[in-house]
C-alpha cells in the first residue's frame, strides 16, 4: 500500500514531482523547502507546509518523502543527494515517481527511488540508479547505463549501449550517440552531440561536443 508523500523542496522540479505523482494518484500532504517566502503558498494545489522541521509532526511508517530537489549540474546534484541521505540518515524512506504517461520496459532495471516524467521512454536493458531523474519527454535506449544521482534533462536522447557515470547531466535537447562512455560528473550542455567518450569529469558542449575549455 502506498503512503502519503511529502516532497522536499518546493521550487520548479518540485512542482513536476508534485504533478506526477498526483497523476500517479498519490496523496501528496504537502511540500517543504528552506526558503521562508514560500511557506504558505500553493504548487500544483498542495501546500509548502514550512522547512524540514515540519517532519517532526509525522512518522516514517506513515508517510514516505520524495526529492524535489532539481539537478542542472553537479553542485545541485550534490545537493539533492545530501538532502536525501541525511533524510535516510534519520530514518525516512524516499519513493520512486513515475508519471503515467512514461513508457519503461518491464526489461529495464530502474531503482525504487528514481523519477520518471511526462513522457519519457526506457528501453529494454537500461539501467538507471539511485536518486536518477529521466525528465520530460527523454529517451533512454537499450542496453544504457545511467549512473546514480545523474539527470537526463527533458527531450535528451541517449542512444543504446551508452554509459553514464554517476552524478552527471545530460542537458535538454543533447544527444549522446551510441557505444560513448561518459566518465562521473559529467556535464552535457544543452543541444550538445556528443559523438566520442569522455571519462574524465567536466562539461561537453557544441556540436560535435567538446571539453568546454577547448571551445574557441
Known amino acids: 500500500m502506498n503512503l502519503p508523500v511529502i516532497v522536499i ?43 524540514d522541521s515540519i517532519l517532526a509532526d509525522y512518522s516514517p511508517d506513515q508517510v514516505e518523502l520524495a526529492n524535489g530537489v532539481g539537478n542542472v549540474g553537479a553542485a545541485s546534484m550534490s545537493l539533492r543527494r ?22 519503461v520496459s518491464p526489461f529495464a532495471s530502474v531503482d525504487e527511488a528514481v523519477q520518471l516524467m511526462a513522457g519519457c521512454v526506457v528501453q529494454p536493458g537500461a539501467t538507471v540508479g539511485k536518486g536518477s531523474i529521466v525528465n520530460t519527454a527523454a529517451v533512454v535506449e537499450h542496453d544504457v547505463v545511467v549512473g546514480a544521482w545523474s539527470h537526463v534533462a527533458p527531450r535528451a536522447v541517449v542512444c543504446g549501449d551508452v554509459r553514464i557515470g554517476a552524478a552527471s547531466h545530460v542537458g535538454a535537447g543533447a544527444v549522446v550517440r551510441q557505444g560513448i562512455t561518459l566518465g562521473p560528473a559529467s556535464l552535457v550542455g544543452a543541444g550538445a552531440v556528443v559523438v566520442k567518450s569522455f571519462v574524465g569529469s567536466g562539461t561537453l558542449i557544441g556540436i560535435p561536443a567538446q571539453p568546454m575549455e577547448k571551445q574557441v
Open 9 to 51: 523542496g518546493a521550487g520548479g522540479h518540485a512542482a513536476v514531482v508534485v504533478d506526477a505523482l498526483l497523476a500517479a494518484r498519490r496523496q501528496v500532504l504537502g511540500l517543504t523547502d528552506a526558503t521562508p517566502e514560500r511557506h504558505g503558498c500553493r504548487i500544483c494545489g498542495v501546500p509548502v507546509l514550512g522547512d
Open 82 to 103: 545530501r538532502v536525501q541521505e541525511h533524510l535516510e540518515g534519520a530514518g525516512w524512506q524516499f519513493c520512486g515517481v513515475r508519471h503515467p504517461s512514461a513508457i
